[in-house]
T-cell receptor, first 114, second 112 residues
């Protein structure tokens, strides 16, 4: 299955600033998915990133707050903009596994906004 | 994707089988059952998936009822390292079929 390198692994940021999270995949993939996991909660899909087109955002998430780039088939970034303490979460990227073997996830970025 | 229902939490004694149930009564004919687990502070990890036949791999077994409305993930000999949140998801298997929705999952605690 695909191997994902996600960074940073954690960060502590000041409110009002922005953080860009990177995901690098070791193979070409059509779709990359960005999830948020708030403390003690399950995963919530933020958006689906397709190469060459705008990301598709889920209800409750907007491009101005979570801009996504997908410059090629192996890389994507998620920016958390104008952060507030409510943005403190783990952010995860994911891709489909090969052979139908489910999703592969990055190790996550643990964000704390102070 | 079909909605799934799982118990919030379960305990299991170390060395015993852990049986984690999942209800997916609205599953469609082309949807597979996937199981993932998330160990604390890590990204979710794929465990197993199946369509209608029972499946087994090196990690677990998956039992799907004949009507496909429920399934059970079996960890045959649970260890302390199997303590995690287990998610059951139903979706089509095609790699380009798009997103999946995670429910709340079952927190499995394996006790010595």
């Amino acid at each position: 299955s695909a191997v994902i390198s996600q960074k940073p692994s954690r960060d502590i940021c000041q409110r009002g600033t922005s953080l860009t999270i990177q995901c690098q995949v070791d193979s070409q993939v059509t779709m990359m998915f960005w999830y948020r996991q708030q403390p003690g909660q399950s995963l919530t899909l933020i958006a689906t990133a397709n190469q060459g087109s705008e990301a598709t955002y889920e209800s409750g998430f907007v491009i101005d707050k979570f801009p996504i780039s997908r410059p090629n088939l192996t890389f994507s970034t998620l920016t958390v903009s104008n952060m507030s303490p409510e943005d403190s979460s783990i952010y995860l990227c994911s891709v489909h596994g090969t052979g139908g073997y489910g999703y592969t996830f990055g190790s996550g970025t643990r964000l704390t906004v102070v | 994707d079909a909605k799934t229902t799982q118990p919030t939490s379960m305990d299991c004694a170390e060395g015993r089988a852990a049986n984690l149930p999942c209800n997916h009564s609205t599953i469609s004919g082309n949807e597979y059952v996937y199981w993932y687990r998330q160990i604390h502070s890590q990204g979710p990890q794929y465990i197993i998936h199946g369509l209608k036949n029972n499946e087994t791999n090196e990690m677990a077994s998956l039992i799907i009822t004949e009507d496909r409305k429920s399934s059970t993930l079996i960890l045959p000999h649970a260890t302390l390292r199997d303590t995690a949140v287990y998610y059951c998801i139903v979706r089509v298997s095609n790699t380009n079929a798009g997103k999946s929705t995670f429910g709340d999952g079952t927190t499995l605690t394996v006790k010595p």
